[in-house]
Antibody
Framework: EMQLVESGGGLVQPGRSLSLSCVASGFTFDDYAMHWVRQVPGKGLEWVTSISWNGEKKDYAGSVEGRFSISRDNGKNTLYLQVTSLRVEDSALFYC?????????????WGQGTLVSVSS | QTLVTQEPSLSVSPGGTVSLTCGLTSGSVSISDLPGWIQQTPGQPPRTLIYSTSSRSSGVPDRFSGSIRGNKAVLTITGAQADDESVYFCVLSTGRGTWVFGGGTRLTVL
């Protein structure tokens, strides 16, 4: 079964940092570009950042540029998101999202999400 | 800043057909925008139904189909069922490495 499992969320004070992880299983990790998407419960989806299959290209939403950093370790089938200088408005459920970019796969995969709460 | 537009809410009768649209506040949606359709039911993670305009994800019933119609991407549900009641998000690639989601359409089946 193709699966993504996020972890690392929690309650943190404004201005602090957090490290999120997303472990992939059941598929060839480096066939996929990886994204982080967040969602305030009850609200819409917001694209946050993405990384190419080999980690060479990274893109960020303007709202997180300079504060969030995406990375991946294909040997460990793991995606990371380092979040710094957290703000109350960063509170959300963070999902990892895999998009096939190879001819040997198809489709997209979503994780279950990890909740980040920023509060004093 | 160009935004992605979707109907806030739609309704369909069981067995009926409904089309959800995804447009831009400026310009047209094309296949190069790689439009996708994401379904989300309350308390559940998102699930991709359609990617790259019209490719159906594995396990998605063929009553769901995607297309471009005029200047918008369209998700059509043919023969709607009660468990299709969900929120549907459109997502587009900007072509500059970033992606953008629409605000979602809440579909009611009644």
């Amino acid at each position: 079964e193709m699966q993504l499992v996020e972890s690392g969320g929690g309650l943190v004070q404004p201005g602090r940092s957090l490290s999120l992880s997303c472990v992939a299983s059941g598929f060839t990790f480096d066939d996929y570009a990886m994204h982080w998407v967040r969602q305030v419960p009850g609200k819409g989806l917001e694209w946050v950042t993405s990384i190419s299959w080999n980690g060479e290209k990274k893109d960020y939403a303007g709202s997180v540029e300079g504060r969030f950093s995406i990375s991946r370790d294909n040997g460990k089938n793991t995606l990371y998101l380092q979040v710094t200088s957290l703000r109350v408005e960063d509170s959300a459920l963070f999902y990892c999202w895999a998009i096939c970019v190879s001819t040997t796969c198809a489709g997209e995969i979503w994780g279950q999400g990890t909740l980040v709460s920023v509060s004093s | 800043q160009t935004l992605v537009t979707q109907e806030p809410s739609l309704s369909v009768s069981p067995g009926g057909t409904v089309s959800l649209t995804c447009g831009l506040t400026s310009g047209s949606v094309s296949i190069s925008d790689l439009p996708g359709w994401i379904q989300q039911t309350p308390g559940q993670p998102p699930r991709t139904l359609i990617y790259s305009t019209s490719s159906r994800s594995s396990g998605v019933p063929d009553r769901f189909s995607g297309s471009i119609r005029g200047n918008k991407a369209v998700l059509t549900i043919t023969g709607a069922q009660a468990d299709d009641e969900s929120v549907y998000f459109c997502v587009l690639s900007t072509g500059r490495g970033t992606w953008v989601f629409g605000g979602g359409t809440r579909l009611t089946v009644l």
